[in-house]
């Protein structure tokens, strides 16, 4: 039995919703929004840190990033 091939499209974030250029733009406006000086940036350095090829989730992130930067929730 073989399997059915599946191709998957993320169309409304990618194409409809998504106002920044960059996927790391949001960071920014996430700073911004919150007043949180650095957020961007530690938020980049946080998922670089974990990131070894393999998967993660959004959660593995935060929890890094609030370990990393001693910040809380």
Known sequence: ???????S???VDTLVA?????PFAIFEAV?????HAGFADMRIR???AIY???EYAIGDVYRQL????AISE
Do not use: I
């Not at 700073?31 to 007043?35: D, K, L, P, Q």
């Open 1 to 7: 039995m073989t399997r059915p091939t599946v191709r």
């Open 9 to 11: 499209f993320d169309f």
């Open 18 to 22: 998504r106002r920044c250029e960059h």
């Open 31 to 35: 700073e911004r929004a919150s007043g």
């Open 46 to 48: 946080a998922e670089r």
């Open 52 to 54: 070894d090829g393999g």
């Open 66 to 69: 609030t370990a990393q930067f």
